[in-house]
């Protein structure tokens, strides 16, 4: 099992966020979804440490999540964040930033391929993309990493039709290379059976 | 340095014409300052009095350890006021109080130890007023603008840490914007002075009767004593508060707990 939720709670602003959550994820592509505010970037946040439980327990392959060094465990569970956040400079600096985190090599070219991104991105600065390149730049960055599991919240919800199906196309690729699994949060149902081999519900 | 001048007391009080004027405008154009003129008047008349006398004490009784207990005592009360100024930053009291008596201690010390003042009563007072204030004036730039710019930056800083970044590289760039703010006032005016305006203790020096070679090189000495305290205050604020904002497995607090 890549995930496994126990008992899970999360209080933000004095309430439960999160309350006794459990659930299985496994290995391939699963989506995540609910109604907006139902806790799945909560969620998200907690399966690579960039917020601990209040409550009960989550293991990463079959080993609890506290005993990984966060920063190793960020490199190999990459999450791309709803709203794209790039560091200032172009988009290959910020691969080369992400890469050289992770001890990779970059071939820039490449990693800009899968994020669905052609080689001219490269020397592009990033003040200078739309959101939906930048969305696609996050992934770019993201996957120059080498993760093992993408984490993706929302990765369409700020864009037009046309830049989602370039997501999209992307993400359906990098489902069938295998090599990486995904956790994508989203609010759409029919998205989310285009993109997950698992749905998961988050109840209201 | 021996030139000395006596000010009698009408002399300061023929000064407050100017300070009638000033409430005189206020009430005319409406500004409605003029209760915090009379305010801003009376405190300046007991404030400085008072320090007039705590500082004659000190110069009478000529020993280091009443200087010192008046520095730390700058130093305790200037961490108290920048820490107002640094409301976004949590546990900011801390980093200022390190900052300030680091700042003081090391320029002081460096001042004295390269033989540039003796370490009296005489120099170290007004030497030290000025270090310890300007170092509470950058720090708590610093820190405030540390606070807003970690507010702004939440995302792309949470960003940056799901890259596998540690908290202080995540936060390199917020840092080194507050560490600029804490010390560009000082570095600009250092620039410009003598063009734009003359710095006070030059003007002091001249009214007390010194030569304009004197004032001038005197005035230098400070201005630079004073860079390293600005820079020394503000970078070990800054370093020191980043990491309030974090949790010890690199995780941005919530700005709310
Ligand atoms: N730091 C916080 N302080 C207070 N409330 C929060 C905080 N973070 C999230 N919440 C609340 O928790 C709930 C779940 O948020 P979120 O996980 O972002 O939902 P979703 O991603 O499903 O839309 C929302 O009601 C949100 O307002
Ligand atoms: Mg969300």
Known sequence: MLFELREVGVDRGGRAVLDSFGASVPDGSTAIVGPSGVGKSTLLRLLNRLADPDRGEIAYRGRPLTEYEPLALRREVALVPQLPALLEGTVESNLRYAAELAGEELDAEATLARAGLDPSFAARDVSRLSVGEQQRAMLARALAQRPRVLLLDEPTSALDHAARDRIEAALAELRREHEVSIVLVSHDPEQARRLGDQILEMPA | ?257
């Open chain 2, 1 to 257: 340095m021996s030139t000395s001048i006596h000010i009698a007391p009408w002399q300061v009080a023929a000064s407050l014409v100017l300070v009638g004027l000033a409430a005189a405008i206020s009430f005319w154009q409406r500004a409605d300052l003029e209760r915090d003129i009379l305010v801003a008047t009376g405190r300046s008349i007991v404030q400085l009095t008072l320090v007039g006398y705590a500082i004659k004490l000190i110069f009478d009784a000529d020993t280091i350890w009443l200087v010192l207990l008046l520095l730390a005592a700058m130093v305790f009360f200037g961490a108290i006021t920048a820490r107002h100024r640094a409301a976004k930053v949590p546990d900011s009291f801390g980093p200022l109080l390190i900052a300030l008596a680091l700042a003081g201690a090391s320029t002081l010390g460096l001042v004295v130890a390269l033989g540039i003042f003796e370490p009296t009563p005489r120099y170290l007072v007004p030497v030290g007023g000025m270090v310890i204030g300007n170092a509470m004036t950058a720090s708590a730039v610093a820190l405030n603008r540390l606070g807003d710019e970690m507010a702004d930056a939440r995302s792309r800083i949470e960003a940056t840490l799901a890259l596998g970044a540690t908290a202080r590289e995540a936060a390199a760039p917020t840092v080194r914007r507050a560490l600029r703010s804490g010390m560009i006032a000082l570095v600009d005016s250092t620039k410009t002075t003598g063009l734009i305006f003359f710095p006070g203790t030059m003007v002091g020096m001249l009214l007390a009767g010194a030569s304009p070679t004197d004032a001038v090189r005197l005035q230098l000495i400070l201005l630079y004593t004073l860079l390293g305290s600005v820079s020394i205050s503000a970078l070990t604020a800054t370093l020191l508060a980043y990491r309030h904002f974090f949790t010890q497995a690199a995780q941005l607090r919530d700005p709310g707990s």
